[in-house]
């Protein structure tokens, strides 16, 4: 006795390969550069990988979300970065300070979870401030001032996910 399958037409056709998966943590605390960043994300990739884009709003989230899920990419506005809680305050200069610290969570986020970081400010650029060199040193792939040029963010996630 034979036994005849029918396979429905829709059935027959070739199935859309499966994209792989990029997830994305974000600190950029400004909903108008975090929307930019997410579409910029979403319109370049979509095609490449099943993207998703998270953004965590304090640090302690941050490194905490970098130990226990690190994701493929960080994209982080580093003077928007801050802790959910009164971090400690040093008395001098504070700007200065919060320079340092930040190259340091850069770091702990490098260390931690071994995946690219893309850093963005709005401050300009100096020796005094955070610089490509001392961002690199820290551990970020890129550093961006703020705003972008269109294909600057593009460029640079794709190079961070391949």
Not at 12 to 17: I, N, S, T
Not at 137 to 162: K, V, Y
């Amino acid at each position: 006795m034979s036994v005849m399958l029918r396979i429905p037409p829709y059935a027959q056709e070739e199935a859309e390969p499966v994209r792989p998966r990029r997830h994305v943590l974000t600190c950029i605390n400004a909903p108008d550069i975090a929307r930019v960043v997410t579409s910029c994300l979403h319109n370049e990739f979509a095609q490449q990988y099943d993207v998703s884009v998270r953004e965590i709003h304090s640090i302690d989230q941050l490194l905490a979300k970098s130990e226990s899920d690190p994701p493929d990419l960080f994209i982080l506005l580093l003077n928007n970065m801050f802790y959910s809680y009164s971090h400690n305050r040093h008395r001098g200069d504070e700007k200065k300070h919060r320079i340092t610290h930040l190259l340091e969570v850069i770091s702990r986020l490098k260390q931690t979870s071994r995946k690219p970081v893309i850093a963005m400010t709005e401050w300009p650029l100096s020796p005094g401030s955070w610089n490509k060199e001392n961002t690199k040193e820290a551990g970020a792939s890129f550093l961006f001032s703020l705003p972008l040029e269109g294909n600057e963010l593009r460029d640079a996630a794709r190079q961070c996910l391949e």
